[in-house]
């Protein structure tokens, strides 16, 4: 089995930063992508940024040049600097892993979320 647990949210005026983290543990032989998704009340989970194990990265047009993400491999966590914090990024964030398990197989886990709000 697979655990993520994220940390780092909260709530931060608009412009503000803040900083998430999820760590990955359990059995499995590797970690291929890790990231982040996100839902705001009402609205469907869309992805905010992705990193592979290699170095390349992928973000949502909304959060390009605010926010950045990084990857520990040897501590198998994710991280997510947010800056330039908008009322519109206010939701619950989720991290994600697709992981691959020992024998080859590959599998997608999420954490329980963690809520970031900013006020206006």
């Known amino acids: 089995q697979v655990q993520l647990v994220e940390s780092g949210g909260g709530l931060v005026q608009a412009g503000g930063s803040l900083r998430l983290s999820c760590a990955a543990s359990g059995s499995f032989f590797s970690i291929d992508t890790m990231g982040w998704y996100r839902q705001a009340p009402g609205k469907e989970r869309e992805l905010v940024a992705l990193a592979t194990s290699g170095g390349s990265t992928n973000y949502a047009d909304s959060v390009k040049g605010r926010f950045t993400i990084s990857r520990d491999n040897a501590k198998n966590t994710v991280y997510l600097q947010m800056n330039s914090l908008k009322p519109e990024d206010t939701a619950v964030y989720y991290c994600?892993?697709?992981?691959?398990?020992?024998?080859?197989?590959?599998?997608?886990?999420w954490g329980q979320g963690t809520q970031v709000t900013v006020s206006s």
């Open positions: 994600t892993a697709l992981v691959v398990r020992f024998g080859g197989s590959r599998g997608s886990y």
